[in-house]
Structures are given as structure tokens and as C-alpha cells.
């Protein structure tokens, strides 16, 4: 059974960092695309930054700059750093994992996600 389990969601001022990490179980991905989505409250899910099997990153303009992906290959896991925070990054922030990057760009359809974690920036 695959699990994708995310952590390191809480609560941070403007300016602050947090960084997030997600251990994926029941299969290794190291073919797959891994990255991040989000949603905000009453918003659509978007995506925020994916890397590919080959370790290619690739971000949302919104977070462009401030935010930047890793992943282990070994230990199957994936985490953002995120810098700089804005109250605008207030969401619940989501590891998604996908054969297709262009899944996770389009934040639909993925092939597994996890249940999320919320991270809430005050100003």
C-alpha cells in the first residue's frame, strides 16, 4: 500500500521558514516525479514545485526564488525549504507523486498524494 506522509507544517510569522518533508512507503519512485501542491482556503489546489526522476526541479513563479525542493532517492522521500514566507503561502501543503510531471504542474489527477499538512503564515 502506498503512503506518501507529510511533516514539518505549523505556524510561522512573515519572513520566517519552515521546511517540509514527505516519507512515500510501499514503492520506490525513483521513475516518478515528486513534488508539492497546495491549497489555500476556498482556493483551487496549485502546484508548487516538482523534481523529476533525473532531479530537475521546477517551480510556480509565486514561489520562484524562495522556495526550493530536494529529494532522496535512497530513502524515497522529497522536502521544501521554503524561505521568505509570505501570509499568501497560508495553505495546506500536499506531496504528490506522478509518472508525469505535467500532472503535477496541472495539480490534477496525480497518481498519489498524501493528506497534506498545513502551514500558516501570519503577518
Known amino acids: 500500500q502506498v503512503q506518501l506522509l507529510e511533516s514539518g507544517g505549523g505556524l510561522v510569522q512573515a519572513g520566517d521558514s519552515l521546511s517540509l518533508s514527505c516519507a512515500a512507503s510501499?514503492?520506490?519512485?525513483?521513475?516518478?516525479?515528486m513534488g508539492w501542491l497546495r491549497q489555500a482556503p476556498g482556493k483551487e489546489r496549485e502546484f508548487v514545485a516538482y523534481?523529476?526522476?533525473?532531479?530537475?526541479?521546477y517551480y510556480a513563479d509565486s514561489v520562484k526564488g524562495r522556495f526550493t525542493i530536494s529529494r532522496d532517492y535512497a530513502k524515497n522521500t522529497v522536502s521544501l525549504q521554503m524561505n521568505s514566507l509570505k501570509p499568501e503561502d497560508t495553505a495546506v501543503y500536499y506531496c504528490?507523486?506522478?509518472?508525469?510531471?505535467?500532472?503535477?504542474?496541472?495539480?490534477?489527477?496525480?497518481?498519489?498524494w498524501g493528506k497534506g499538512t498545513l502551514v500558516t503564515v501570519s503577518v
Open positions: 510501499g514503492y520506490t519512485f525513483s521513475t516518478y516525479a
Open positions: 504528490a507523486v506522478d509518472i508525469d510531471p505535467e500532472t503535477l504542474v496541472v495539480a490534477h489527477g496525480m497518481d498519489f
Open positions: 523534481m523529476s526522476w533525473n532531479g530537475n526541479s
